[in-house]
């Protein structure tokens, strides 16, 4: 699928909605007024994903993206360290496996290289369920946080559009 391009014409936030799940893409201005760009990650600009590129993610998320440790577990340097992971790993939520059952947001960043990156943020409001004030934000503001709820039932992956590969965002 060669097709995977980008865009800047939706101007407005856009929700598609699937089967189990609502996937909502935020356009690059909404992105570039946020001001989140991280020169450490190498981001130099927004962009706004396609509908194609946002199915095709959808499509092949599960197949190809294995989550092989939540993505919050920390650099074990003592014994507290490691029971903190474990914790953490014995209550993570996210399967890899039902990726079509969870909410997710998209935004897009293009790094110094110039390659387009997809952010995929995965919310599981299925287990847990958050207040629903949380859940509120998913059609209108980027979800994001850390502890409590955001420790098990949310992550970050990125979907590198020219090589079609998933990895998580660190």
Known sequence: ??????????????????????????????MRKKGWLNKYRNEKDYFTPN???VKYIEENIGANFHLTKNPWQIKEENEEDKMYNKAI????TINSKEMNL?????????????????????????????????????????????????NTNYCQLIFYTKTKKFAPRE
Request: no cysteine; glycine share 4%.
């Open 1 to 30: 699928m060669e097709n995977l391009k980008v865009v800047d014409t939706i101007s407005k936030i856009k929700t598609l909605k699937f089967e189990k799940s609502i996937s909502v893409i935020f356009p690059a201005e909404f």
């Open 102 to 150: 969870y909410d997710k947001q998209y935004f897009g960043i293009v790094n110094l290289k110039n390659d387009s990156i997809v952010v995929v943020i995965v919310n599981n409001f299925h287990s847990n369920p958050p207040e629903e004030k949380l859940k509120s934000f998913l059609e209108k503001d980027i979800i994001s946080g850390g502890d409590g709820w955001f």
């Open 51 to 53: 509908e194609e590129t």
């Open 89 to 92: 790993r014995d209550e993570f």
